[in-house]
T-cell receptor, first 110, second 114 residues
Framework: GQNIDQPTEMTATEGAIVQINCTYQTSGFNGLFWYQQHAGEAPTFLSYNVLDGLEEKGRFSSFLSRSKGYSYLLLKELQMKDSASYLCAVHYSGNTPLVFGKGTRLSVIA | ETGVTQSPTHLIKTRGQQVTLRCSSQSGHNTVSWYQQALGQGPQFIFQYYREEENGRGNFPPRFSGLQFPNYSSELNVNALELDDSALYLC?????????????FGPGTRLLVL
C-alpha cells in the first residue's frame, strides 16, 4: 500500500512554532502537497514540494526529503485561526490520484 | 474562495435511496475529481473526469457513478445508499487532467444516510 502517516492531533500555544510531520513510502514518489482544512470546510492548498529542501511562504514553510520519505509543515507565530486539520497528500508517478493522509488536527490555545 | 461550487450543502437520505451531487469547476479548469471524506479521515479518491471522460477511478463500487458536462461541471451519483456512505463529498477542479496539478476544492456536500 501507499500509507501516508501523520500524527492524529497536536496542540500548540498562540505565538509559538509547530512542526507537523508526514512520512510516506518513497517508491514511485513524485510530489507532496499540504492542505489546510478548517472544520466542516474544504481543504485549501498550502504548498507543493517536488525537490528536497525547505520552501517558505510567509508564516508557513514546507520541507521535503525524498530519500527519507519525510516532509514537514512548519507554522510560525501561531494564531488561533491556524486551528485546523493539516492534510499531507502524495502524488505517485504515473496516472495515479493523490493519496491523502488522515490529517493532523492542530489546536492552538491561548 | 476557490471558485468551485457544490450543491446541495447538506442532504439527508435513507438507506437504499439514490442521490445526485453537483459541482461547478473553477473557470478555465477542465478536470473535476470527486472525493469521499469520512469523519476524522483524509479524502478518499472516487474518480476523476477530464474533458467529459472518466480519467481514473478509486476503490469504490459501481453504484458510485459520475458525469461531466460540456461546461466541465460534474455530477456524482450514488445508488442504493448504505449507512457507510455518510460522509463529506468533495469535488476539486484542476487545470488539465494531470494528478500532480494543484486541486482546488469546493465546500463539499455533507450526506447523512439514515
Amino acid at each position: 500500500g501507499q500509507n501516508i502517516d501523520q500524527p492524529t492531533e497536536m496542540t500548540a500555544t498562540e505565538g509559538a512554532i509547530v512542526q507537523i510531520n508526514c512520512t510516506y513510502q518513497t517508491s514511485g514518489f513524485n510530489g507532496l502537497f499540504w492542505y489546510q482544512q478548517h472544520a466542516g470546510e474544504a481543504p485549501t492548498f498550502l504548498s507543493y514540494n517536488v525537490l528536497d529542501g525547505l520552501e517558505e511562504k510567509g508564516r508557513f514553510s514546507s520541507f521535503l526529503s525524498r530519500s527519507k520519505g519525510y516532509s514537514y509543515l512548519l507554522l510560525k507565530e501561531l494564531q488561533m485561526k491556524d486551528s485546523a486539520s493539516y492534510l499531507c497528500a502524495v502524488h505517485y508517478s504515473g496516472n495515479t490520484p493523490l493519496v491523502f493522509g488522515k490529517g493532523t488536527r492542530l489546536s492552538v490555545i491561548a | 474562495e476557490t471558485g468551485v461550487t457544490q450543491s446541495p450543502t447538506h442532504l439527508i437520505k435513507t438507506r437504499g435511496q439514490q442521490v445526485t451531487l453537483r459541482c461547478s469547476s473553477q473557470s478555465g479548469h477542465n478536470t473535476v475529481s470527486w472525493y469521499q471524506q469520512a469523519l476524522g479521515q483524509g479524502p478518499q479518491f472516487i474518480f476523476q473526469y477530464y474533458r467529459e471522460e472518466e480519467n481514473g477511478r478509486g476503490n469504490f463500487p459501481p453504484r458510485f457513478s459520475g458525469l461531466q458536462f460540456p461546461n466541465y461541471s460534474s455530477e456524482l451519483n450514488v445508488n442504493a445508499l448504505e449507512l457507510d456512505d455518510s460522509a463529506l463529498y468533495l469535488c476539486a477542479s484542476s487545470l488539465a487532467g494531470a494528478y500532480q496539478e494543484t486541486q482546488y476544492f469546493g465546500p463539499g456536500t455533507r450526506l447523512l444516510v439514515l
